[in-house]
């Protein structure tokens, strides 16, 4: 246990511990970030879609962030409580448009609408973004490369390009590592206590 994690308080004389909660985002954004990594390797064309895919996008890209969303609601951080929360769902809303259809509870998205959903996740993120402004520049990247990464991938559906969708892939690969690296470098300057890594 770090020991900062307790700080004393003095209340009517006496000495008490008040818990410092853990900063949540470094587990969104790893958890964002691996999972992104690896549905763009799927993009790229390094492997097809599979189970291993689905499993990240509804544990970890949307379990962890999920969580991570509600400790920063109990921290007062909406932004990162809206993105958190937000993108822990669009990863489970992804694995559902895929699982439904396979269990006869649905028809499969067609083109068209599965651009609709990338284009609405797309102006959501660059939304995000200006946000972003006002925090830091290692989160710029990341927001601004998935708004990107969004319009790429619905532009690919829209008109069937598989070379957008191609481009997206390696785009989203790098996006996704920003995120693990923003999230890496939160982990280790605060363990440190000073900046290890640049955000």
Same mark, same amino acid.
């Given at each position: 246990?770090?020991?900062?994690?307790?700080?004393?308080?003095?209340?009517?004389?006496?000495?008490?511990?008040?818990?410092?909660?853990?900063?949540?985002?470094?587990?969104?954004?790893?958890? @964002?970030? /691996?999972?992104?990594?690896? &549905? +763009?390797?799927?993009? =790229?064309?390094?492997?097809?879609?599979?189970?291993?895919? !689905?499993?990240?996008?509804?544990?970890?890209?949307?379990?962890?962030?999920?969580?991570?969303?509600?400790?920063?609601?109990?921290?007062?951080?909406?932004?990162?409580?809206?993105?958190?929360?937000?993108?822990?769902?669009?990863?489970?809303?992804?694995? @559902?448009? /895929?699982?439904?259809?396979? &269990? +006869?509870?649905?028809? =499969?998205?067609?083109?068209?609408?599965?651009?609709?959903? !990338?284009?609405?996740?797309?102006?959501?993120?660059?939304?995000?973004?200006?946000?972003?402004?006002?925090?830091?520049?290692?989160?710029?990247?990341?927001?601004?490369?998935?708004?990107?990464?969004?319009?790429?991938?619905?532009?690919?559906?829209?008109?069937?390009?598989?070379?957008?969708?191609?481009?997206?892939?390696?785009?989203?690969?790098?996006?996704?590592?920003?995120?693990?690296?923003?999230?890496?470098?939160?982990?280790?300057?605060?363990?440190?206590?000073?900046?290890?890594?640049?955000?």
């Amino acid at each position: 246990m770090v020991e900062d994690d307790f700080a004393t308080i003095t209340i009517d004389g006496r000495k008490l511990s008040k818990h410092t909660p853990a900063n949540p985002a470094p587990l969104g954004l790893i958890a @964002f970030g /691996l999972t992104t990594v690896l &549905l +763009n390797f799927h993009n =790229a064309g390094f492997y097809e879609l599979n189970s291993m895919i !689905l499993a990240m996008g509804f544990a970890y890209g949307g379990i962890a962030q999920i969580i991570a969303s509600l400790m920063e609601y109990r921290n007062g951080n909406t932004f990162a409580m809206v993105a958190f929360g937000s993108y822990g769902l669009f990863w489970w809303s992804f694995v @559902f448009l /895929l699982i439904i259809p396979k &269990l +006869n509870l649905g028809a =499969a998205p067609d083109a068209v609408s599965l651009a609709a959903y !990338l284009f609405m996740w797309g102006l959501f993120t660059i939304v995000m973004f200006i946000g972003t402004l006002k925090i830091s520049r290692g989160l710029q990247v990341v927001f601004l490369s998935l708004a990107v990464l969004f319009f790429l991938l619905s532009a690919g559906e829209i008109t069937g390009n598989s070379m957008l969708t191609l481009i997206a892939g390696y785009e989203g690969i790098f996006t996704g590592f920003s995120a693990i690296y923003v999230g890496l470098a939160e982990v280790l300057n605060e363990l440190y206590g000073k900046k290890v890594l640049p955000t």
